[in-house]
Every structure is written in structure tokens, then in C-alpha cells.
Nanobody
Framework: QVQLVESGGGSVQAGGSLRLSCAAS????????MGWFRQAPGKAREGVAT???????NYADSVKGRFTISQDNAENTLYLQMNSLKPEDTAMYYC??????????????????WGQGTQVTVSS
């Protein structure tokens, strides 16, 4: 059974940085998509960034140039480095996985496994 556990959220001031981690267990797939999503209060969940097993990445326009998704296959861990944070980045952040796919979209319907989320709060 695939389990995803996020960590690294917190409260920062605008302009600050955070690095989120997502530890994956029970994950033995050689082909996959993984992604970071976020949901702000009163808003729909949105895809922030995705990465596939080959390392190809995709970002939402709102985070391009500020966020970087990466993975450590040896540690089965997904990361999201977030720099130049803005108050509008405040949200619950989730990691998600879709084993067996290599063409990744930022549509949540594509993803089968989800973590519980980690809160990111950016103050102005």
C-alpha cells in the first residue's frame, strides 16, 4: 500500500523560503507521476508542480521561477523548494502520486494516492 507523508510546512514572512518533503513508502514503481497540489480556504485544489520518473517537470504559471520540484529516488522522497513566498501561496499543500504514468498533468483526477497535507502560511 502506497503511503505519502508530507512535512516541512510552517509560517514564514513574504519573501521567505520553505522546503516541503514527501516521504513515500510502499512505492516500487519505475514509471510514475508525482506532484504537489495546494488548497487555500474557500478555493479548489490546484496543481502546483509535477515530476515524472524521468525527471521531467511541469509548473503552474503562478509558481514558475520561485518553486522547484525534485526527487531523491534513493530516499523515496519528493521535495518542493519554495522561494520568494507570497501571501497568496498560503494553503494546505499535498503531495500525490500516480504510478504507471509518465505524462503528468496538474489535474488532481489523475492522481491515485494522496498525503494528509502540510500547512504553509505566508504573512505580509
Amino acid at each position: 500500500q502506497v503511503q505519502l507523508v508530507e512535512s516541512g510546512g510552517g509560517s514564514v514572512q513574504a519573501g521567505g523560503s520553505l522546503r516541503l518533503s514527501c516521504a513515500a513508502s510502499g512505492f516500487t514503481y519505475s514509471t510514475y507521476c508525482m506532484g504537489w497540489f495546494r488548497q487555500a480556504p474557500g478555493k479548489a485544489r490546484e496543481g502546483v508542480a509535477t515530476i515524472n520518473s524521468a525527471g521531467y517537470t511541469n509548473y503552474a504559471d503562478s509558481v514558475k521561477g520561485r518553486f522547484t520540484i525534485s526527487q531523491d529516488n534513493a530516499e523515496n522522497t519528493l521535495y518542493l523548494q519554495m522561494n520568494s513566498l507570497k501571501p497568496e501561496d498560503t494553503a494546505m499543500y499535498y503531495c500525490a502520486a500516480n504510478p504507471g504514468w509518465s505524462t503528468c498533468s496538474r489535474a488532481e483526477i489523475q492522481y491515485n494516492y494522496w498525503g494528509q497535507g502540510t500547512q504553509v502560511t505566508v504573512s505580509s
